[in-house]
């Protein structure tokens, strides 16, 4: 029997599914839009989105698939949902904060995480962060919690130096 995913995130969209779909994909390795569907007749009372128009977009992140909904203005994003990428190196960091934030919403950026242009949240991490936290050192692990609150975009190397005074 195939591997199928239980779970899938669905972002809803005004009516940028699409361009969030490609916008995604496109910071992403292993991504890909799977499949776009569209709006026919039925319903249209109650979605009032014209026939031929983009309703969902099936893609996947890096294998993790996700489904982008044009679902109207009706509901908007917000901090209480976020995705966490985890990082191996500062490159990575800066990589993926530089792409996803491009656009986005500059105030919304504390602690490695940050609003994309899309209003979704993100929280960029490096794993050493995770590591440091929960070093068995209290002291070291706390000294690295108060830098890290200090930061916008975790800087692995301010981390590391705070960890060591």
């Given at each position: 029997?195939?591997?199928?995913?239980?779970?899938?995130p669905?972002?809803?969209?005004?009516?940028?599914?699409?361009?969030?779909?490609?916008?995604?994909?496109?910071?992403?390795?292993?991504?890909?839009?799977?499949?776009?569907?569209?709006?026919?007749?039925?319903?249209?009372?109650?979605?009032?989105?014209?026939?031929?128009?983009?309703?969902?977009?099936?893609?996947?992140?890096?294998?993790?698939?996700?489904?982008?909904?044009?679902?109207?203005?009706?509901?908007?994003?917000?901090?209480?949902?976020?995705?966490?990428?985890i990082?191996?190196?500062?490159?990575?960091?800066?990589?993926y904060?530089?792409?996803?934030?491009?656009?986005?919403?500059?105030?919304?950026?504390?602690?490695?995480?940050?609003?994309?242009?899309?209003?979704?949240?993100?929280?960029?991490?490096?794993?050493?962060?995770?590591?440091?936290?929960?070093?068995?050192?209290?002291?070291?692990?706390?000294?690295?919690?108060?830098?890290?609150?200090?930061?916008?975009?975790?800087?692995?190397?301010e981390?590391?130096?705070?960890?060591a005074?």
């Amino acid at each position: 029997m195939p591997n199928i995913q239980l779970i899938a995130p669905c972002l809803w969209f005004d009516d940028q599914a699409e361009e969030a779909a490609e916008f995604y994909t496109a910071i992403f390795s292993n991504s890909q839009i799977v499949n776009i569907t569209r709006y026919g007749e039925a319903g249209h009372e109650m979605h009032g989105k014209p026939a031929g128009t983009v309703m969902t977009v099936a893609f996947e992140l890096n294998g993790q698939p996700f489904i982008a909904l044009n679902g109207g203005p009706a509901f908007k994003f917000n901090e209480a949902i976020s995705f966490q990428v985890i990082c191996q190196t500062q490159e990575e960091v800066d990589n993926y904060w530089e792409k996803l934030s491009a656009g986005g919403d500059k105030t919304a950026q504390q602690c490695g995480w940050l609003k994309d242009r899309y209003g979704v949240s993100w929280q960029i991490i490096p794993n050493i962060l995770l590591e440091m936290l929960n070093d068995a050192d209290t002291t070291k692990s706390q000294r690295t919690m108060t830098a890290m609150l200090q930061m916008k975009k975790i800087d692995i190397s301010e981390l590391l130096q705070a960890s060591a005074e």
